[in-house]
Each structure stands twice: as C-alpha cells, then as structure tokens.
C-alpha cells in the first residue's frame, strides 16, 4: 500500500467523527444485488448508506423510484429513504460505517475469462476510506480465492483486517420475497467477520448457515453452474424434440405428470444474463478448464438462437421475412437486458437477411415498437422471454409463433399445444423459477 494510502488511513482511524455513525455501508449499493438488500437491512432497523458511483442511479433512487424492476422494493424504498436509509456518492462514507458491504460486479472479459482484477481495483479505489475495526462483507460472487486475495491485499498495512463472504444467492428480480426465505451462507476469515455477518444476517434471513470462505465461493458457483447446466438439458431435449416432430412442452407435461423423479425438469428456453454463463465459466477457470459439463451447457445454451434461427430457415426465405422478437429482457418480468440472447438472436436472423423488429413489456430501448405494432407487423414473432403480460395476447393465424415457452395463445387453441397457457398457475411458477 502507497505511504499516502497508509497515512489517510491511520487519521481516519484517529478520529472519532468516523467512527461507525452508521451500521453499513454498501459499496455498490445501487445495483441490483446492492439496492434490495439496502432496502431489507433499512427496513430490519439499520441505519443503511448506498455508497455508488452511478449519478444517473442515484437521481432516480432520491425520487423515491427504482432505477430496475425489483418487485415489491418501491413501497419499502419509499418508507425508509432519508430515515434509516441514505445515498452516498462519497466514498468518505465507508469510513463512517460499522459495516461495509461490497456489491459491485464482478464481470468476465471479452473472451469469457474472469477479470480477477476488477473487485481488487474497486478496494484499491476505497482503501483509504476502510479502517481495520470495520468488518467487511463481500456479496459480490468472486473467483475462488479472491477473499484471502483481499484479506493478503488489506492486511498490507499490518493491521488484522476482518473479511466475511455472504454470497448472493437470490433470483434477480425478487429479492423482496426471497430474502426472508432463503438460506445465508455465511463464512468469515475472523472469529469476529464470522460473528459480525452471522448478525447482520439473522436480521432477515430466516436461517444462517456458517461455513468455510472456500465453501461458500464455491457452493455461489455451484449454484449458478447447476442452474445453467439443468437450462442446458432441457434446451439439448427440446432440441431433439423438435428435430423428431415432438412438441417439447407435451412431453415436459407427459414427463412430469405423476413422475417425481421428473418434477425438476425446466421449460427450454434462453438461459441468460449477467451471472449463469458468467460463473460456470469462473468455475471452469478455477478448474483449469476441466469442466466439460459447464462448456458442454454453454455451448448448448448459446446456441439455441442459431437452433431456432436454422429451424426458420428450412421453411422460409429469411430475406423476405419480417420477424418480431418478443421480450428482450434476460428473464421473465424484469427490465434487465444484460447479456440477454435475445439480441443474440437479432444479430443472427439480421445476418441471414431478415428484417427484425424487437419489443418488451419492461425493458425500455428507443429502438423497441410496441407489442400491438411488432404483433401486426411480422411474418414470424419469437417468444424471446416469457413476461407474464404475454399470456394475455392473442396472435392472429396468419402470423407463424415460435414459442418455446407456450405463454401465447392462438385463436384455435389445442389443449396439448397449449397446456401451460391454460394452466397459468404452473405458468407463473416456471416463470418464478427461470
Ligand atoms: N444480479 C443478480 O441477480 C446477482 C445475483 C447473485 C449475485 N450477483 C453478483 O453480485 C455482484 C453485483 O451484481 P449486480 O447485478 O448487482 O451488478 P450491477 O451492475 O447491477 O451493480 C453494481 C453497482 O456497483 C456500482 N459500482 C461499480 N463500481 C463502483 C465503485 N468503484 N464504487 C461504488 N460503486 C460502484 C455500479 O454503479 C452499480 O450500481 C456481481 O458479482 C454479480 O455476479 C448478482
């Protein structure tokens, strides 16, 4: 660490204006894993600062709006804003917390290897404002190895530094719901990282489970692996469904109907955004690049919009034909379009000639049409994510409908074709799960 890192740092542990005023600071906080769990920790009674660099975030959030579909977070943002909850765009407030929290994003480079740098040049960016009593909490999902990384990198100055890691295992979108319901995994690199996180979470988890620091970065990794390779089966099945004729969706119903053994069995579907290639590619990096399951999914999820892309082909001339993709969105019901596969798609069916139209129900983008003109306007109209709304629509005949999801209906609905549109309770929960 700098002499000038090192001399900041001991006049702020000098002083007692610093000293732990609030009870955490969240360093990212205004992002999509920052921002909820702020909200939960102010709603539980702390006293909470949303430490971000994002300007733009921040003038939406001081209006008392979300800057992203979070469900249920508005109401809650509303009652605690300038009372147990602050914004920050000073990094001097990390000092002045108990707690600091990072959240920031932890991205993989342009060719899929993780960039192992990125969370280390953040404390590098705020290391001056840390203090060594404070404990400090990663939420970020990092690289195994990266909190000892960071604990080596603190413990420079020869201070005992206090890291914790308390993984983010929360389906985006929903954290309102399902914080209160999950599991904590929390593991600490001190007696005291461990006591302080196992605290701080048994404030609104329902159960907090201890474990080692290399557990919990591999059992974040795992999970996310495990979520993509499941996506990656039913995408393979519905593939060689299609190629023999056979709707996958009756045969994910005739499968699962009374069959436990099945029940697990997702939709097919693209299976996207910032985090489940992202880490089973940061699992495979870890593992030398032994994980033939993980590159295996990945190469089946990726490819699944040149599947459907080459599906159209046999039956059309793509250069005279006008396709509308439906939801642009990584997932159902959020407005998040990080490394969606639908442009993914776009991008392909452009290649091949066709004029591509794009519309979504949450995420805005001034080159998106309405659903009503995209609907009346295409030749072919992809399901490119299920939104809920879509289950209201209704496509002419005319218009051919990719659909891997069966969210749309047609005029003359056929029972077996359309099951799930039909029975939106299982709809919504398949939409919950993705
Ligand atoms: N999005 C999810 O559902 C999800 C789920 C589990 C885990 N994660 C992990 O959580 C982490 C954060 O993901 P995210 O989706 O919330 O990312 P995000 O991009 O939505 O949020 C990151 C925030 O950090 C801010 N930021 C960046 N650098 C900063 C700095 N130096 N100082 C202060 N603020 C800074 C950004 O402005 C942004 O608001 C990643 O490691 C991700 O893999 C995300």
């Known amino acids: 660490m700098s002499t000038i890192v090192a001399q900041s740092r001991r006049s702020l542990v000098g002083s007692s204006r610093d000293a732990g005023s609030d009870d955490l600071v969240i360093v990212g906080g205004l992002g999509h894993v920052g921002l909820p769990i702020g909200l939960a920790f102010a709603n539980a009674g702390l006293q909470v ?50 707690l600091v929290m990072i959240a920031v994003g932890t991205p993989v480079d342009e060719y899929l290897n993780p960039k192992l740098r990125s969370i280390l ?32 990198f603190l413990s420079a100055d020869g201070h005992a530094w206090h890291v914790a890691y308390c993984p983010e295992r929360i389906v985006q979108g929903y954290a ?16 005291k990282a461990l006591k302080d996180a196992v605290e701080l979470f048994g404030r609104v988890a ?14 974040k990794l795992f999970a996310n692996a495990w979520r993509y390779i499941q996506f990656a089966v039913s995408n393979q099945l519905f593939m060689i469904a299609q190629g023999f004729g056979v709707d996958f969706n009756r045969l994910r119903q005739v ?16 299976a996207a955004g910032p985090c489940l290639l992202k880490d089973t590619l940061q699992l495979a990096a870890f ?8 590159h295996a999914a990945m190469m089946v999820n990726e490819g699944l919009p040149n599947f459907l892309v080459e599906d159209l082909r046999r039956r059309r001339d793509l250069s005279r034909t006008t396709v ?10 959020v407005d998040d379009i990080r490394d969606s596969l639908s442009y993914k798609l776009g991008k392909i069916l452009r290649f091949h000639g066709a004029k591509v139209l794009y519309s979504d129900e949450f995420a805005n983008d001034p080159t998106f049409i309405s659903t009503e003109r995209l609907l009346a306007s295409s030749d072919v109209v992809i399901v490119g994510v299920p939104h809920s709304a879509y289950q209201q629509l209704v496509v002419s005949e005319g218009v051919e409908v990719v659909d891997l999801w069966g969210v749309i209906r047609r005029p003359k609905q056929n029972h077996a074709e359309h099951h799930l ?5 299982e709809a919504s929960e398949t939409l919950l799960r993705r």
């Open 287 to 294: 593992n030398n690049n032994n994980f033939l399951l993980g």
């Open 324 to 333: 509308g993709i439906l939801g642009m969105a990584f997932k159902a019901d």
């Open 121 to 152: 040049e953040v404390f590098t960016q705020i290391n001056a404002h840390l203090r060594p009593e404070q404990t400090i909490i990663i939420r970020s999902t990092v690289y195994p190895g990266t909190c000892r990384q960071i604990l080596n």
């Open 49 to 98: 600062v949303l430490y971000d660099t994002s300007e733009q975030k921040a003038a939406v959030v001081r209006q008392g709006r979300m800057p992203f579909v979070e469900h249920g977070a508005e109401p809650i943002l509303k009652a605690v804003l300038n009372k147990t909850l602050r914004l920050s765009a000073s990094a001097d407030s990390i000092s002045r917390a108990r």
């Open 255 to 270: 499968l699962m109907d009374g069959y436990g053994r099945a029940a697990t069995l997702p939709m097919a579907g693209f």
């Open 176 to 191: 309102i719901k399902e914080l209160p319901e999950l599991p904590q995994l929390v593991a600490g690199l001190s007696e």
């Open 206 to 219: 329902p159960k907090v489970i201890p474990v080692s620091v290399e557990e919990a970065e591999l059992a």
């Open 421 to 425: 549109a039909e029975h939106p309770r």
